[in-house]
């Protein structure tokens, strides 16, 4: 109830809430005001942030050790305060990124066109990117599953979590932050959502390696013979009966196993940078698909149901 009452009186005249109240009710009305203000859910890290750096410069934490001893007068003014540190700060962040980083641990963002630029920079190297091909399932960052059209190129994430492998988040900072790729810029918490990218400004291997013919023929070649499309239709037909499907479904693994061996041993790739080029291994492909796919001590893959 108090809550409610107070409310009210944020934007007109709390100053009687204020000078009777104790130091737990400035503290309500302060926190309603401050999510009213900065226009966002008090539970987002932007609003922690910003309320942090506010409480800071206005001197919250006095203020509220000392709001018990405070007359009226010297409450309005603490107030006052309050409300022209918030002002000011939302004028500078009004519309810009505050760093705080909730956005680096959703996920990592997929790289659109203008990010060609990073490579060519070096701030990317290929082993910190790695290939969605098309007809693999994704996770967005709502936990909704959907089956890729076309492919994508991801920066990677922190191992056994979806954290950004750029984002440091001890010190909320990125370690590329002023060459950060284009949808990070894109991100807009505080406010509505940006648009996902049209498929024309999804970066693909294409405009990394369409020039070097040596890599886009092998990768062409992989395409060929290991498509997830093809993969998939496979199994469909292992599903319905048809064995002699099995033979394609082997062939794929074989062949996307030993390419990679090869990369790996004749062109000095790292496992990682395979990822980029050849996407992920088709083993990671079958397992979103309820299979394990086991390479036996004599070279042949063993497929099994996972548990």
Known sequence: MANKRFMGKIHTDPWESLAKGPREVMAS?????????LGVSKKSRRFKVLRQEIEKAAG?????????????????????RLISAARERLQATQESCVRCGECCELGSPTLLTPDLALFQKEVLSFDEVYTLRAGEQVTDREGKVTTLKEER?????????RQCWFYLAAGQTCRIYDDRPEQCRRQNCWGLPAPPPAVAQLLNRRDLFGDVPEVWELINAHEERCACALVAQALTDLGAGQEEAGDALFEALHFDHYLR????????????????LLGRPLTEFLKTHGLAATLTPEGVFRLERRE
């Open 60 to 80: 919250f934490g006095k203020i509220f050790q000392d709001w018990h001893t405070l007359s009226p007068e010297a409450r309005a003014a603490a107030w006052r």
């Open 29 to 37: 009305l302060w926190e309603g005001y401050l999510a009213e203000t």
């Open 261 to 276: 061996q090869l990369l790996l041993d004749d062109w000095s790739l790292t496992p990682a940078a395979t990822e980029l």
């Open 153 to 161: 190129l991801k920066m990677r994430e922190v191992l056994g979590s």
